[in-house]
Each structure stands twice: as structure tokens, then as C-alpha cells.
């Protein structure tokens, strides 16, 4: 009796649902400290009776009699705590038996077709989620393991990054002929929206020289005056060149304002001219539609922002050419309508985009599925770690920065406790995510936050 008061306080002085994923650390805790044990009394959900319910991902404690188990009547097929050779239970959070299967999908219904969220989807969204967080927890598995995560080798990442900077040249390139072309066009049809789509091609070679610039900053590094790199001058790069972006659109609306409100509104365009203008726009359009699907191969950030500029010229240039081609045969305005339209939509893009690079550069805290995984990775990382008082990752650029607090026993020595903290750091960094890693020691998770709270 008394046994079984101690580990429901221990176990029940603890707020989160049962069967959560915070609900398992600190069952682990517990029996890494010998507060609970395998062989708690009836009724009491403890780690060898730990299984999964039904055909589904989700993790329960079940209940069981200790003289049905001794009895062999056991439904238990999988353990989340195995036993190693000498009977005892591992120290690990292991979540190799809880594979969930296949969820089948029901017809697409009405409500499919209208956006509208039904059952089935939550279901299957819910299903999604547990399926990710097995496949994140088997990769921090695999961290834990062996020391690292399996990649391309230096061979590949060398080929790699040789096609990453053919990209990068290829569209320069490209946006330097293609806007020689345009300017051609804008000056045999005088056509607003086409001026318009032309100063977009500009935009695009200023985007790739900022963007040409830091990526070469990024890769000269200063360890005496960049201590921590320099991964913030992307967004930044980004962030001026969307505000330039921004500023020449607002341009684009006045001037096309003062056309729609002025006498001298006729739009003239010959038969000469108007092939000229098809030709050349059609042409920008398809090589541009070319280098989108080109460079959205390829997963570097840089190479997927000229994939997003691409993408945007094959819009404005689409709209430019259409609203010249109205102008000239059903009304006049439609023209600097058209490139009032095309300075709404580049503004509206880059706005969110600055949006973005903004919370990269703020400290955003990461996902809470982001820092489940680094909590899971954390408490596999060694057996002498007791708590885990503080896990939080934060945005600081295009990658993150993670602080971990873990507590070690008091008596540990100081050799030993730096090894296990410094391993655990290199596990960390080894995460593609993550920048750096800074990881606390500490004996007692009881203090008041080691940092002032006014200054956060």
C-alpha cells in the first residue's frame, strides 16, 4: 500500500494527460531515479505494461493485473521500455513499436470540392502529425546511434554545390538578355503594364546581384569580427532588396493613377508593333517558365528565391502582354489598370516575404513538434542525465539557435559532466536546422531562470 501511495504522488503530482508525449518524460524521469519501477502495484500504469492501442499511433497506458501477466494472459506485444541482457529496463524512450498503419482515405466529398474541412480530414490530419513525429523521433534515433545523420558525401556535396552556382549563373544570365528584350518591347508599345513587367526584370537583376553578394559574403568568413558567421546576411538581403521591390511598385501606381486621370489617354499600337510586343513577351515567358522548373530542383535557399522571381515574371509578363493586347482593342485605361494589378501583385508578394525574413531575424521560437524531437533526442542522449529543465530553439537568420538545460547528479565529476554536455552539444549542431547548440549543466532544476527576465 504504501508502495503504491509514493509512485501515484510521484507520478500524479504531475499535470499532463496521460499518454502525452510530456507525460512519458517524466514517467522516465521517475524510473531513472527509481521512484517508479516495473513492478508497481495493481492498477497502477507503469512502464512494462506501456503498449499501443489498437492499429493506430496512439500511445496509452493500459491497466494490468500482476497475476494475470504472471498468468501469461497478456495482450503486450511491444515494450517501450525493452530489457537489455541482465533483466534490467532500459534508460530510452524507444518508440520502435508504435508504427501506425495505413490510413485509408474515403471518397472526396461536396465538402472537398468547397474547402470546408470535414471528419475524414482531421482524422487523417491527426494521422499525418503521428506519422511525422515516429519518422522524427527514428531520425533522432539514428543521431543518437551512430553520431551523426546519414548524408551525401563530400564528393556529392561538391557536385551539388557546383550546380547550385551554375543556377545562379544561368539566371543572371538570362535575367540580363531577357530584360534587354523587354526594354525593346516597352519601347515599341509605350504600353504601362509592359513597362511595368519590364522594371520586375530590373528588380530581378538587382535581387541577383544582392542575392550573388550574400551568398559570397556568407562564404568568406571573419572569426574576429563575425564570431558566429555571417547566415543573417541572406534574409537581410532579401529583406532590401523586397523593400526596393516595394518602393518602385508604389511608383508604378502614381504614374499609372495620373494616365487613367489625364485627357491624353489613346493607346496606339500598329500591326508591327503588336508582333514585335507578342513575340518578344511570349518568348520572356516560356524561358522564364524553363529556369522555374529548373531551379525549383534544387533545395538551397538562394536557388529557390530566383525559382520565385522566375515565377513572378512569367505572371507579370502574362498580365503586361494581355492588358497591352485590351487596350488596343477594347478600351484604353485597361492598359494602366493592368499595370496598376501588376504593382499591387509584386507588392503583396514581397510584403509577405519580408514578413518572413522579419521573424527569421526577431528569434521566432521553433515548432512544438521541433522541440519534441530535440527533447526526445536530448533524453536518449546519456543515462546519467536526470531532468531536462529547459529545451527552446529560436530562429536567428535561416537556422536556428537551440539552449538545452539537463541536470546531472550533484556528485558527478566535472570531466565526466562537460564530456556528456559537449557530446550532446555536437549531436545538436548536427541537425541541418540548427546553427548552434548551447547546452547548461546543472545539478537542481529548483532555481529561479539563470537569465534577467527584463531583458527578454
Known amino acids: 500500500m504504501l508502495q503504491r501511495r509514493r509512485a501515484y504522488r510521484n507520478l500524479g503530482s504531475f499535470s499532463a494527460p496521460l499518454g502525452s508525449f510530456a507525460w512519458y518524460i517524466r514517467l522516465f524521469e521517475l524510473l531513472k531515479r527509481g521512484l517508479v519501477s516495473g513492478d508497481t502495484p495493481d492498477g497502477f500504469c507503469s512502464a512494462s505494461n506501456l503498449v499501443p492501442l489498437g492499429s ?21 506485444s511491444e515494450l517501450l521500455l525493452p530489457e537489455s541482457g541482465n533483466g534490467e529496463r532500459s534508460w530510452r524512450l524507444n518508440f520502435d513499436g508504435f508504427q501506425r498503419t495505413e490510413h ?11 474547402g470546408v474541412l470535414g471528419a475524414e480530414d482531421v482524422v487523417a490530419e491527426y494521422y499525418q502529425q503521428q506519422g511525422e513525429m515516429l519518422e522524427g523521433f527514428t531520425e533522432m534515433d539514428t543521431l543518437a546511434d551512430r553520431g551523426f545523420l546519414p548524408g551525401m558525401s563530400k564528393e556529392e556535396l561538391e557536385r551539388t554545390a557546383k550546380s547550385e552556382r551554375m543556377a545562379i549563373r544561368i539566371s543572371n544570365i538570362a535575367n540580363m538578355v531577357l530584360f534587354a528584350a523587354k526594354v525593346y518591347a516597352s519601347y515599341r508599345s509605350g504600353s504601362l503594364a509592359i513597362i511595368a513587367s519590364t522594371l520586375d526584370s530590373l528588380l530581378d537583376l538587382l535581387s541577383g546581384f544582392i542575392l550573388w553578394f550574400t551568398a559570397f559574403s556568407m562564404q568568406t568568413p571573419n572569426p574576429y569580427q563575425y564570431p558566429i558567421g555571417k547566415k543573417r546576411m541572406q534574409p537581410l538581403g532579401i529583406l532590401v532588396f523586397a523593400s526596393v521591390m516595394a518602393t518602385l511598385g508604389l ?34 515567358t516560356l524561358v522564364k517558365l524553363a529556369l522555374v522548373v529548373y531551379c525549383r530542383s534544387f533545395t538551397n535557399e538562394i536557388v529557390k528565391a530566383y525559382a520565385q522571381d522566375h515565377f513572378f515574371d512569367v505572371v507579370t509578363n ?3 502582354l494581355i492588358a497591352a493586347l485590351l ?8 492598359d494602366p489598370v493592368g499595370a496598376i494589378i501588376l504593382a499591387l ?5 514581397w510584403s509577405a516575404t519580408v514578413l518572413e525574413n522579419v521573424n527569421s531575424l526577431v528569434g521566432r521560437a521553433a515548432t512544438p513538434e521541433y522541440l519534441q524531437k530535440l527533447t526526445y533526442l536530448c533524453w536518449n542522449h546519456h543515462k546519467a542525465i536526470r531532468h531536462i529543465d529547459t529545451v527552446r530553439a529560436y530562429t536567428f537568420g535561416s537556422h536556428y539557435f537551440v539552449e538545452v538545460d539537463i541536470v546531472l547528479p550533484s556528485e558527478m565529476p566535472l570531466r565526466e559532466a562537460h564530456d556528456i554536455g559537449e557530446a550532446l552539444q555536437e549531436k545538436l549542431e548536427q541537425l541541418p536546422e540548427i546553427e548552434r547548440a548551447f547546452v547548461h549543466l546543472d545539478y537542481e532544476y529548483t532555481h529561479k531562470p539563470e537569465h534577467a527576465q527584463a531583458h527578454l
Open 251 to 284: 511608383q508604378i501606381i502614381l504614374e499609372s493613377v495620373r494616365t487613367l486621370f489625364s485627357d491624353d489617354n489613346e493607346f496606339e499600337l500598329s500591326k508591327e508593333q503588336e508582333k514585335w510586343v507578342i513575340d518578344i513577351m511570349l518568348s520572356v
Open 327 to 334: 487596350a488596343k482593342y477594347i478600351k484604353d485605361w485597361i
Open 318 to 320: 502574362l498580365i503586361g
Open 104 to 114: 485509408k482515405e474515403k471518397p472526396r466529398g461536396l465538402h472537398d470540392c468547397l
Open 56 to 76: 493506430g499511433s496512439r500511445l496509452v497506458g493500459k491497466m494490468m493485473n500482476p497475476e494475470r501477466a504472471a498468468a501469461g494472459d497478456s495482450e503486450d
Open 345 to 349: 501583385y509584386t507588392i503583396r508578394t
